[in-house]
C-alpha cells in the first residue's frame, strides 16, 4: 500500500498556508486595475464589550467604516433585543447599542451584524456567557495599582499598545480556579502570565490558547500580567477573561469554517471536556478492541501521550477514518497512525505501518481562507484479514501542563458526498501574489451583480455535478444560478439586483443539488467570512471564520455598470473557442476604460490569464476564449467576467449632510455564461 505523506515541514507549510491570500496564482501579468477606495459598504471591524451574561444588558460600541446613518443590529437568532443607546436630549448616541440578552439565550457565540444606509455589515461575533461581566476599556498599566479581577466573573477588556496590562486577583491557599481567555473577531495575540503573591511565575499561557486550570499555592493576592506579542493594542486588540471555579461550558471561538459539526453538535463536545478531565497517565491509552463503523469521543492525554484504537477488518474493506478536533477550534495537531499486526513464527508480536492520514486541504483555489485543517483524514482498504491498531496523538500540546483537548474519532464506511463553503467574492487580484484582503460583504445596487464564491469539497471521491443556487432572496433579487462541473473546485455564484429593487437586508442560504446513486442530494452552503481587512499580508496574519449565515444587502444606489451576455448558455467542444457578446449598460454617466478578466470554469489559476479590455465608448464587446488553453473537463460549466471599475463619480450623503464628489472603485461582476463542453468524439 503505498504511503501517504507525513508531517514533516507541517509547520512550515502552516505558516506559508497562513500567510496566503484568497487566490494563490503561478504566472505574472499585470494588475486587473488600480483599485482605490470602494464604493461605500458598512464594515465592521470591532465591538465593545465583546459579549454579556445571559439576562443582562450590554451598552456596547461599534467600529468600523461606513456606520453612518440610523442603524440597527441584526442578530439571526432569538433571543437579543437591541435598541439605539440615546443621549440625555433623546438623540441616538452614534453607533452605540443597547443589547438585551433574554435569560433562556443559551451560551454561546452568536454573529451581530449592522445594517445601515449602505447595506448589511459583515458579522461580528458576540459571547452570551454564564459569569457576571465587567468591562474595562483601559486596564491599568500600574503594576502597583493593578485591576480588580474577581472570581466567578468575566472581564470585557483588551491589550495596551506598547505596554503590559495588570490585573490582581484574591485567593485562598489550594483554591483552584479555571482560567480563559479569549479574542473572539479580535486582532489581539495576548500572553499571560500569573505570579504568585511572592512574585514568583505561577503558569504561562500565548496565544492561541490560554485555557487551563490553575491551584494557588498560597494565600494571597496574585497578579496576572498580559500583553500582545507584538505589543499592539487599540479597539481591535479586545480580549474577554474568564476567571471561573469551576468548569465551565465555554463556547468555541474560531471553529475552522470546513467542520462539519453542527452548533449543537459543537456545544455536545463542549459539554463532554467539561465533565471529563482526565489525569496524566504514563505510556499508551488503549482502547479496543473496537467494532468498525466507529464514533467515539476523547480528551488527548497529557505529554503528548498516544491514544490506540484496536480493530479487525475483512480483506478489502473500505473505510475512511478521520479525527476532529482543530476542527472545533482547539489548538491541536492530531496526528493518526495506521498499522497492521504482524504475526510472524517465534517472534514478538509486531506491528507494521501502513500509513499516516495527510492533514484535510480544502482546494488549491481557496488557500487563505482557513479552510484547511491540522486534523487528519485517510480512505483505508484493508490489505488482509487481520488486526490493525490505529494511534492518535496531539502533536502541539506535549507537556503535562497542556490543556486537556477533546477529539472525536470517526471511522465510516464511503459514503460520496460534498460540502460546499460560501465566502464574500473579493474578485480578481493582482499578480503574482495579491497583497490585500478586504471586508466587502455581498452588497447590491439597484442594476447591478454582486457575487459569493462557492468552494466545493468532494467527500469519498464524489465527482458529480453540481448545481448551485440560492433561496431566501427579497423581491426584485434574482439568483442567476451556477455549475460545479467535473474538475471544479469553485464558483462565483452571482445575485442581480432589478433596477427597481428595493433596499432590504437580511440571510439568505446558498444550496448545492446532485445525484447520487440515482437519488437527488441537497447541501446548504457554510458561510466564511474573513476576520478583518489585510492590508499587506507579507506583514499581518490573515484569518477567515465560519458565520451564522450568509448576509445580503440590496440599496438605494445604481450600479453604475453591468456586463450582460447576449447569450448566456453556449453548447462547445472542449477546443473550441467560444466566441462571447456582451452588453454594456453604463449608468450616471459613467465613461470609463475598465480591464476585466474571466473566472473560468471553476479554477483559480485559469481565471487570470488574460484582461479584457471594455473601451470607453463600447456599448457592447466580443471577446474570444480558447477553451484549449485551459484543459477543462467535458461537462457543464459556470463562469463570470469580474473585474474593477475605476473612478466612478459618486457623492456621500448622510442625513443630508452631501460630502464632497470623489473617485472611487465599484467591484463588477457580469451576469454569468454557462458552458456545456462535448467530448470531441460526441460532437456533431
Given at each position: 500500500m503505498e504511503r501517504l505523506p507525513t508531517r514533516t515541514g507541517r509547520l512550515a507549510l502552516y505558516v506559508v498556508a497562513c500567510i496566503a491570500t484568497t487566490i494563490l496564482v503561478r504566472e505574472c501579468i499585470p494588475p486587473v486595475m488600480a483599485q482605490g477606495d470602494f464604493l461605500p459598504v458598512v464594515q465592521l471591524t470591532s465591538v465593545f464589550p465583546q459579549g454579556a451574561q445571559a439576562g443582562t444588558t450590554a451598552e456596547i460600541k461599534l467600529f468600523g467604516e461606513h456606520l453612518e446613518g440610523p442603524g440597527r443590529l441584526h442578530f439571526m437568532q432569538k433571543g437579543f433585543d437591541c435598541t439605539p443607546q440615546l443621549d440625555a436630549k433623546g438623540k441616538p448616541v452614534?453607533?452605540?447599542?443597547?443589547?438585551?440578552?433574554?435569560?433562556?439565550?443559551?451560551?454561546?457565540?452568536?454573529?451581530?451584524?449592522?445594517?445601515?444606509?449602505?447595506?448589511?455589515?459583515?458579522?461580528?461575533?458576540?459571547?452570551?456567557?454564564?459569569?457576571?461581566?465587567?468591562?474595562?476599556?483601559?486596564?491599568?498599566?500600574?503594576?502597583?495599582?493593578?485591576?480588580?479581577?474577581?472570581?466567578?466573573?468575566?472581564?470585557?477588556?483588551?491589550?495596551?499598545?506598547?505596554?503590559?496590562?495588570?490585573?490582581?486577583?484574591?485567593?485562598?491557599?489550594?483554591?483552584?480556579?479555571?482560567?480563559?481567555?479569549?479574542?473572539?473577531?479580535?486582532?489581539?495575540?495576548?500572553?499571560?502570565?500569573?505570579?504568585?503573591?511572592?512574585?514568583?511565575?505561577?503558569?504561562?499561557?500565548?496565544?492561541?490558547?490560554?485555557?487551563?486550570?490553575?491551584?494557588?499555592?498560597?494565600?494571597?493576592?496574585?497578579?496576572?500580567?498580559?500583553?500582545?506579542?507584538?505589543?499592539?493594542?487599540?479597539?481591535?486588540?479586545?480580549?474577554?477573561?474568564?476567571?471561573?471555579?469551576?468548569?465551565?461550558?465555554?463556547?468555541?471561538?474560531?471553529?475552522?469554517?470546513?467542520?462539519?459539526?453542527?452548533?449543537?453538535?459543537?456545544?455536545?463536545?463542549?459539554?463532554?471536556?467539561?465533565?471529563?478531565?482526565?489525569?496524566?497517565?504514563?505510556g499508551s491509552e488503549v482502547v479496543g478492541p473496537v467494532d468498525l463503523p466507529l464514533d467515539h469521543k476523547g480528551i488527548f492525554p497529557a505529554g503528548g501521550q498516544r491514544v490506540q484504537f484496536l480493530f479487525q477488518a475483512k480483506e478489502k474493506e473500505t473505510y475512511w477514518i478521520e479525527v476532529f478536533s482543530h476542527r472545533l477550534g482547539h489548538a491541536t495537531d492530531a496526528t493518526l497512525v495506521l498499522e497492521q499486526l504482524e504475526n510472524l513464527p517465534g517472534k514478538q508480536e509486531s506491528y507494521q505501518f501502513l500509513m499516516e492520514a495527510p492533514d484535510i486541504e480544502y482546494s488549491a483555489s481557496a488557500v487563505g481562507f482557513g479552510l484547511d485543517s491540522r486534523d487528519g483524514r485517510m480512505r483505508f482498504v484493508a490489505p488482509a484479514d487481520g488486526h490493525y491498531r490505529l494511534t492518535l496523538r496531539d502533536a502541539f500540546n506535549t507537556t503535562e501542563k497542556s490543556p486537556r483537548l477533546p477529539y472525536r474519532l470517526v471511522v465510516r464506511r464511503p459514503g460520496p458526498d460534498f460540502e460546499l463553503i460560501a465566502v464574500p467574492d473579493q474578485g480578481p487580484r493582482n499578480r503574482p501574489l495579491p497583497t490585500s484582503v478586504s471586508l466587502l460583504p455581498p452588497t447590491l445596487r439597484r442594476g447591478g451583480v454582486t457575487s459569493i464564491r462557492v468552494f466545493v469539497e468532494r467527500l469519498d471521491d464524489f465527482a458529480g455535478n453540481i448545481d448551485l443556487m440560492a433561496d431566501g432572496l427579497p423581491e426584485g433579487v434574482q439568483c442567476l444560478g451556477a455549475t460545479l462541473g467535473p474538475g471544479d473546485e469553485c464558483a462565483s455564484l452571482t445575485l442581480y439586483a432589478a433596477e427597481n429593487a428595493k433596499p432590504w437586508a437580511g440571510a439568505i442560504r446558498v444550496l448545492g443539488k446532485a445525484i447520487q446513486d440515482g437519488r437527488e442530494i441537497t447541501r446548504i452552503a457554510q458561510g466564511v467570512t474573513p476576520i478583518w481587512s489585510v492590508k499587506d499580508i507579507r506583514q499581518d496574519l490573515f484569518r477567515a471564520r465560519r458565520t451564522d449565515a450568509i448576509g445580503l444587502a440590496v440599496i438605494d444606489e445604481e450600479a453604475p455598470i453591468l456586463l450582460e451576455p447576449m447569450q448566456a448558455d453556449i453548447e462547445v467542444g472542449m477546443k473550441d473557442t467560444i466566441s462571447i457578446k456582451m452588453k454594456v449598460i453604463r449608468r450616471g454617466g459613467y465613461d470609463q476604460i475598465v480591464n476585466v478578466r474571466p473566472f473560468v470554469l471553476g479554477d483559480q489559476e485559469k481565471s487570470v490569464r488574460s484582461d479584457h479590455v471594455i473601451p470607453k465608448d463600447a456599448s457592447e464587446v466580443t471577446w474570444e476564449l480558447d477553451l484549449a488553453k485551459f484543459d477543462t473537463q467535458p461537462g457543464k460549466h459556470s463562469f463570470v467576467f469580474h473585474g474593477f471599475a475605476d473612478k466612478a463619480k459618486y457623492t456621500k450623503s448622510v442625513d443630508g449632510k452631501v460630502e464632497k464628489p470623489k473617485e472611487m472603485t465599484f467591484p463588477l461582476f457580469s451576469k454569468p455564461i454557462h458552458v456545456t463542453i462535448t467530448p470531441e468524439s460526441e460532437k456533431k
Amino acid at each position: 500500500m503505498e504511503r501517504l505523506p507525513t508531517r514533516t515541514g507541517r509547520l512550515a507549510l502552516y505558516v506559508v498556508a497562513c500567510i496566503a491570500t484568497t487566490i494563490l496564482v503561478r504566472e505574472c501579468i499585470p494588475p486587473v486595475m488600480a483599485q482605490g477606495d470602494f464604493l461605500p459598504v458598512v464594515q465592521l471591524t470591532s465591538v465593545f464589550p465583546q459579549g454579556a451574561q445571559a439576562g443582562t444588558t450590554a451598552e456596547i460600541k461599534l467600529f468600523g467604516e461606513h456606520l453612518e446613518g440610523p442603524g440597527r443590529l441584526h442578530f439571526m437568532q432569538k433571543g437579543f433585543d437591541c435598541t439605539p443607546q440615546l443621549d440625555a436630549k433623546g438623540k441616538p448616541v452614534p453607533n452605540t447599542f443597547a443589547i438585551r440578552v433574554a435569560k433562556e439565550t443559551p451560551p454561546g457565540v452568536y454573529d451581530l451584524r449592522l445594517q445601515g444606509i449602505f447595506g448589511l455589515s459583515n458579522p461580528r461575533q458576540f459571547v452570551v456567557g454564564q459569569l457576571p461581566e465587567t468591562v474595562h476599556s483601559k486596564p491599568s498599566v500600574d503594576r502597583a495599582n493593578p485591576t480588580d479581577l474577581l472570581v466567578d466573573s468575566t472581564m470585557n477588556t483588551g491589550t495596551v499598545a506598547g505596554n503590559r496590562a495588570w490585573f490582581q486577583m484574591n485567593l485562598t491557599q489550594h483554591q483552584k480556579i479555571f482560567l480563559r481567555l479569549a479574542v473572539p473577531d479580535s486582532r489581539a495575540e495576548p500572553a499571560i502570565t500569573v505570579y504568585s503573591p511572592e512574585g514568583r511565575v505561577e503558569r504561562r499561557g500565548r496565544f492561541p490558547t490560554v485555557d487551563f486550570d490553575f491551584q494557588a499555592s498560597q494565600t494571597g493576592t496574585y497578579l496576572l500580567e498580559i500583553h500582545d506579542l507584538l505589543f499592539r493594542g487599540g479597539d481591535d486588540f479586545r480580549f474577554r477573561l474568564s476567571v471561573a471555579s469551576e468548569p465551565s461550558v465555554v463556547p468555541v471561538l474560531d471553529s475552522i469554517a470546513n467542520s462539519r459539526l453542527t452548533r449543537e453538535e459543537l456545544a455536545e463536545m463542549d459539554e463532554f471536556a467539561k465533565q471529563k478531565r482526565p489525569t496524566a497517565t504514563k505510556g499508551s491509552e488503549v482502547v479496543g478492541p473496537v467494532d468498525l463503523p466507529l464514533d467515539h469521543k476523547g480528551i488527548f492525554p497529557a505529554g503528548g501521550q498516544r491514544v490506540q484504537f484496536l480493530f479487525q477488518a475483512k480483506e478489502k474493506e473500505t473505510y475512511w477514518i478521520e479525527v476532529f478536533s482543530h476542527r472545533l477550534g482547539h489548538a491541536t495537531d492530531a496526528t493518526l497512525v495506521l498499522e497492521q499486526l504482524e504475526n510472524l513464527p517465534g517472534k514478538q508480536e509486531s506491528y507494521q505501518f501502513l500509513m499516516e492520514a495527510p492533514d484535510i486541504e480544502y482546494s488549491a483555489s481557496a488557500v487563505g481562507f482557513g479552510l484547511d485543517s491540522r486534523d487528519g483524514r485517510m480512505r483505508f482498504v484493508a490489505p488482509a484479514d487481520g488486526h490493525y491498531r490505529l494511534t492518535l496523538r496531539d502533536a502541539f500540546n506535549t507537556t503535562e501542563k497542556s490543556p486537556r483537548l477533546p477529539y472525536r474519532l470517526v471511522v465510516r464506511r464511503p459514503g460520496p458526498d460534498f460540502e460546499l463553503i460560501a465566502v464574500p467574492d473579493q474578485g480578481p487580484r493582482n499578480r503574482p501574489l495579491p497583497t490585500s484582503v478586504s471586508l466587502l460583504p455581498p452588497t447590491l445596487r439597484r442594476g447591478g451583480v454582486t457575487s459569493i464564491r462557492v468552494f466545493v469539497e468532494r467527500l469519498d471521491d464524489f465527482a458529480g455535478n453540481i448545481d448551485l443556487m440560492a433561496d431566501g432572496l427579497p423581491e426584485g433579487v434574482q439568483c442567476l444560478g451556477a455549475t460545479l462541473g467535473p474538475g471544479d473546485e469553485c464558483a462565483s455564484l452571482t445575485l442581480y439586483a432589478a433596477e427597481n429593487a428595493k433596499p432590504w437586508a437580511g440571510a439568505i442560504r446558498v444550496l448545492g443539488k446532485a445525484i447520487q446513486d440515482g437519488r437527488e442530494i441537497t447541501r446548504i452552503a457554510q458561510g466564511v467570512t474573513p476576520i478583518w481587512s489585510v492590508k499587506d499580508i507579507r506583514q499581518d496574519l490573515f484569518r477567515a471564520r465560519r458565520t451564522d449565515a450568509i448576509g445580503l444587502a440590496v440599496i438605494d444606489e445604481e450600479a453604475p455598470i453591468l456586463l450582460e451576455p447576449m447569450q448566456a448558455d453556449i453548447e462547445v467542444g472542449m477546443k473550441d473557442t467560444i466566441s462571447i457578446k456582451m452588453k454594456v449598460i453604463r449608468r450616471g454617466g459613467y465613461d470609463q476604460i475598465v480591464n476585466v478578466r474571466p473566472f473560468v470554469l471553476g479554477d483559480q489559476e485559469k481565471s487570470v490569464r488574460s484582461d479584457h479590455v471594455i473601451p470607453k465608448d463600447a456599448s457592447e464587446v466580443t471577446w474570444e476564449l480558447d477553451l484549449a488553453k485551459f484543459d477543462t473537463q467535458p461537462g457543464k460549466h459556470s463562469f463570470v467576467f469580474h473585474g474593477f471599475a475605476d473612478k466612478a463619480k459618486y457623492t456621500k450623503s448622510v442625513d443630508g449632510k452631501v460630502e464632497k464628489p470623489k473617485e472611487m472603485t465599484f467591484p463588477l461582476f457580469s451576469k454569468p455564461i454557462h458552458v456545456t463542453i462535448t467530448p470531441e468524439s460526441e460532437k456533431k
